[in-house]
């Protein structure tokens, strides 16, 4: 059930849902950013935020001032912005255990719901405004980010899942195996043949075999020069 502005909540504990959206653009990723959030006394918080397989609706049947939320890019500009309006909170006090009464309205507004953000392949973060312009929090959308091409090897992106922007052997999360002559920092053991000391010794005995020939060679030329002058 989505609530819009004037509806109210059963009581202070109730969680509700409210349903935004931004463009038509977005709504057609058929994806959306479910950002669970928390309001207590005048101050709304995020309590954690999903990634779910479907549209958030229209935004243009929200209204058009109260809190802001933006969907900022990675490099911090604004991809889309929209309004949205708390759940209102009905209190109801009861008489408490020493007669006095005791509740919601004694503890002050306070609400949990969902807001429905679209979401965006380059998107970076979620930015909340009060209404009166105050950054109220930001929430971290890079690890949803699909940013794979753009020659940064974002926090989310490894060499197995975006070989164009990560290289492979670095401490990037994955152990991707590649013979390139680097022992990657995420394998453990024998995972990457090139953690392996066998190889580095075998690529050591190889240059004393050679600087041991090329001494030899000299020695020998030494020896040689040496008996030819002598006759």
């Known amino acids: 059930m989505a609530l819009g502005q004037g509806e109210a909540m059963p009581d202070a504990k109730a969680v509700a849902p409210v349903q935004v959206a931004a463009n038509q653009a977005a709504a057609a990723t058929e994806k959306s950013y479910n950002l669970e959030l928390v309001y207590r006394n005048g101050r709304l918080s995020p309590k954690g935020i999903v990634l779910e397989d479907f549209a958030p609706r229209d935004h243009r049947v929200w209204p058009q001032d109260g809190w802001l939320c933006q969907m900022l890019a990675v490099d911090g500009t604004v991809i889309d912005a929209f309004n949205f309006s708390l759940p209102v909170v009905e209190c109801r006090d009861q008489a408490g255990a020493q007669g ?4 919601g309205c004694a503890a002050g507004d306070a609400a949990d719901f969902n807001l429905s953000v679209p979401y965006y392949a380059n998107g970076a973060a979620v930015a909340v405004f009060d209404p009166d312009g105050n950054l109220a929090f930001t929430a971290d959308t890079v690890k949803f980010a699909d940013l794979c091409g753009d020659d940064v090897c974002e926090q989310n992106e490894n060499y197995l899942t975006c070989a164009k922007d990560c290289r492979s052997g670095v401490k990037d999360g994955a152990c991707d195996r590649v013979g390139d002559g680097t022992c990657d920092a995420d394998c453990a053991g024998r995972e990457d043949a ?19 020939a090329i001494s030899v060679a000299i020695i020998i030329g030494f020896v040689i020069w040496r008996r030819k002058r002598s006759i």
Request: with cysteine.
């Open 100 to 103: 006095g009464l005791e509740g």
């Open 194 to 212: 090139d953690c392996s000391i066998w190889p580095k010794l075998a690529a050591g005995y190889i240059w004393l075999v050679v600087l041991a």
